[in-house]
C-alpha cells in the first residue's frame, strides 16, 4: 500500500526564517511526486513535479528536491503570503492512476 | 480560463436525506477525480472516470456513495441516506490524462463542496 507521510504537521516561522518541509513515501513504483499549496477554503493548487531522484524545481522562494525515500520543500525567506497548508502527493507506476496524498503541513509565517 | 467548477459550495442536509454534488471540469480534460478531505485528514481517494473507461469505484466508502460522469464532462457524486461522518470537504479534481502520463498532466482542484450532516 502507498503510504505519504508529511512532517512537520504544523510549522511556525517568522518572516525570513528560511526552513524545510518532509514528505516522506512508500510506493511501488514512483512515477512522480507532487506538491501542491491549499489556502483554507480552497482547493489544493499545483506547484511542482518530481519524477526522478536528484530533481530539482524551483518556484519563487520555494525549492522542492526529492530522492528514492523523501522529498523536500525549501521555503527561503519566507513572507505571510505564504502561510497556507502544503501537500505532498505521489503517484504509483503500474495501472494505477490513483495519487495518495499526505495529510500536510500547515505554515504559518508571523510578520 | 474557466477552471473546475463545484457547486454547491455549501451544503447542510439532515441524517438520511440523500444529497447530490457537482463537479465541472475543465474543459478538455479527460480524467476526473472526487477526494473527500476531513479536518486533519489527508485527501482520501472516492472515484477516478477516464474518458470512456469503466471508473475506478475503489476508494468509495459504502454503497450508499455513486457517482456518474455524463458525456465525460460533468460529474455528479450521490450520498443516499446520509450520516454523521459523511460529513466533510468533497473535492473534484481534473487533469488532461492521467498523472504521469506525460509531464503537463497535473491535477486540477475545484474549491470543493462542504457538507454537513445534521
Known amino acids: 500500500e502507498d503510504q505519504v507521510t508529511q512532517s512537520p504537521e504544523a510549522l511556525r516561522l517568522q518572516e525570513g526564517e528560511s526552513s524545510s518541509l518532509n514528505c516522506s513515501y512508500t510506493v511501488s513504483g514512483l512515477r512522480g511526486l507532487f506538491w501542491y499549496r491549499q489556502d483554507p477554503g480552497k482547493g489544493p493548487e499545483f506547484l511542482f513535479t518530481?519524477?526522478?531522484a536528484g530533481e530539482e524545481k524551483e518556484k519563487e522562494r520555494l525549492k522542492a528536491t526529492l530522492t528514492k525515500k523523501e522529498s523536500f520543500l525549501h521555503i527561503t525567506a519566507p513572507k505571510p503570503e505564504d502561510s497556507a497548508t502544503y501537500l505532498c502527493?505521489?503517484?504509483?507506476?503500474?495501472?494505477?492512476?490513483?495519487?495518495?496524498f499526505g495529510r500536510g503541513t500547515s505554515l504559518i509565517v508571523h510578520p | 480560463g474557466a477552471g473546475v467548477s463545484q457547486s454547491p459550495s455549501n451544503k447542510v442536509t439532515e441524517k438520511g436525506k440523500d444529497v447530490e454534488l457537482r463537479c465541472d471540469p475543465i474543459?478538455?480534460?479527460?480524467?476526473l477525480y472526487w477526494y473527500r478531505q476531513s479536518l486533519g485528514q489527508g485527501l482520501e481517494f472516492l472515484i477516478y472516470f477516464q474518458g470512456n473507461s469503466a471508473p475506478d469505484k475503489s476508494g468509495l466508502p459504502s454503497d450508499r456513495f455513486s457517482a456518474e460522469r455524463t458525456g465525460g464532462s460533468v460529474s455528479t457524486l450521490t450520498i443516499q441516506r446520509t450520516q454523521q461522518e459523511d460529513s466533510a470537504v468533497y473535492l473534484c479534481a481534473s487533469s488532461l490524462d492521467p498523472p504521469g502520463r506525460t509531464y503537463n498532466s497535473p491535477l486540477h482542484f475545484g474549491n470543493g463542496t462542504r457538507l454537513t450532516v445534521t
Open positions: 502527493a505521489v503517484q504509483p507506476g503500474g495501472g494505477s492512476y490513483i495519487p495518495t
Open positions: 474543459s478538455g480534460h479527460t480524467a
Open positions: 518530481l519524477y526522478s
